[in-house]
């Protein structure tokens, strides 16, 4: 009880911390928050978890510990290591919530109300009061937009339907936002959601997804600013990330690179801009952190089949949880899409969402719930009855 009322508490105290500043989007230093938010839910948890689950924690371990090794040895500062690292820690945190029922469905629909209310109020407030036009909660909103849609997820599985109100509100959000990310990620989860059979009502949804289309390419275009694609800075980390593999054989595309390659010199250098991501040993280093894009960061690092098994892993563990198939394809798309541009699942705004979606009882899974407790109370009853 005490870790889903905090849980859920914290999210919203920290939202409505934001609407103190318009200069910066929160006076709390969120990210830091949030993580101890999600770690001290974990200390408080049970640890009883399927076999699979103890397999995903034990195989990460290794690996963190294999490639730390190497990254040690190396010479490579610890925090050059963990920035490049996270997923995989954030893999064994989501492997322990896999599972487990924490927030009822109530709890879930109030929190996604609420959010929806705050994020719709601080997003005007910051076009009226703020210098620039990017709003947010809690940090830039290419990373917040991903947390509400994941609890957007969580509140359509409880009826496999939101509120026309619902729908409008976190329309106008996501589009307020101006995150390309968003925007596609969002276009991505409704398509997936809504089209299920091809009659006249999907007719009527294809419709109102052309519209929402048009207003994906509107903010696309607004995003140039009157340049042209090569001025879009994900499009230079995508030109730098082509230099950086001109050179890789078949393995380097399957497995990546060693652990923590330095980019080279010329890419660096390009990037300049962006000092705070260099290496925190040397300042003149950079590494593929540097690039933003997590799937492009991914393949560096750990290669295509590297990519491909995080993904798989976070599919299976919300098949623990029994989290629908429609939703667990929408959580991969909102991951892989946001992923493009910045950090997905190595970002504690996607893991905290994530944690509300592997832990909300649904109805499906309040019934078998009910089922697998009057088991173990049967099988409780007959042990003592054998006494």
């Known amino acids: 009880m005490m870790v889903k009322n905090n849980y859920l508490f914290f999210i919203v105290v920290m939202s409505l911390a934001s609407f103190v500043s318009y200069t910066y989007y929160n006076p709390l230093p969120t990210n830091a928050l949030f993580e101890v938010m999600v770690l001290t839910s974990l200390l408080l948890l049970a640890k009883r978890m399927e076999a699979g689950a103890w397999f995903i924690v034990c195989g990460c371990l290794c690996y963190i510990a294999y490639t730390f090794t190497l990254s040690y040895l190396g010479a490579t500062h610890p925090k050059d290591y963990f920035l490049a690292y996270k997923s995989y820690v954030y893999l064994i945190i989501l492997a322990f919530f896999s599972g487990k029922c924490l927030f009822s469905q109530a709890q879930i629909r109030i929190l996604f109300n609420t959010l929806l209310v705050i994020f719709f109020c601080k997003y005007i407030l910051w076009f009226i009061f703020a210098t620039f036009k990017r709003p947010g909660v809690f940090a830039e909103n290419n990373f917040e937009i991903m947390t509400i849609l994941f609890i957007a997820l969580a509140a359509w599985s409880i009826e496999k339907k939101l509120t026309g109100m619902q729908w409008i509100t976190l329309t106008l959000v996501v589009f307020m936002s101006g995150s390309r990310s968003g925007v596609v990620s969002y276009f991505a989860m409704l398509t997936l959601l809504l089209i299920r059979t091809f009659d006249f009502k999907t007719v009527l949804k294809l419709m109102v997804l052309g519209v929402i289309g048009i207003g994906v390419v509107a ?169």
Request: net charge positive; glycine share 4%; hydrophobic share 50%.
């Open 219 to 387: 903010v696309l275009a607004s995003r140039l600013s009157g340049d042209d694609v090569s001025s879009i800075d994900r499009v230079v980390f995508a030109q730098g990330f082509l230099i950086a593999i001109k050179d890789w054989t078949w393995f380097n595309f399957l497995f990546g690179s060693a652990p923590l390659t330095a980019l080279p010199d010329v890419v660096c250098d390009r990037l300049v801009f962006y000092k705070t991501l260099f290496s925190a040993k040397d300042p003149t280093v950079c590494y593929s952190v540097i690039l933003h894009s997590y799937v492009i960061r991914q393949v560096f690092d750990h290669g295509i089949v590297g990519l491909f098994i995080v993904f798989v892993i976070l599919n299976y563990l919300m098949k623990i949880s029994l989290v629908t198939g429609r939703v667990r394809l929408s959580v991969l798309a909102i991951l892989f899409l946001n992923g493009l541009s910045v950090s997905s699942i190595n970002s504690v705004y996607a893991l905290v969402g994530i944690v509300v979606i592997l832990t909300t009882m649904y109805p499906h899974r309040f019934a078998l719930e009910r089922k697998k407790l009057a088991a173990e109370l049967d099988s409780n009853k007959c042990i003592k009855s054998d006494f």
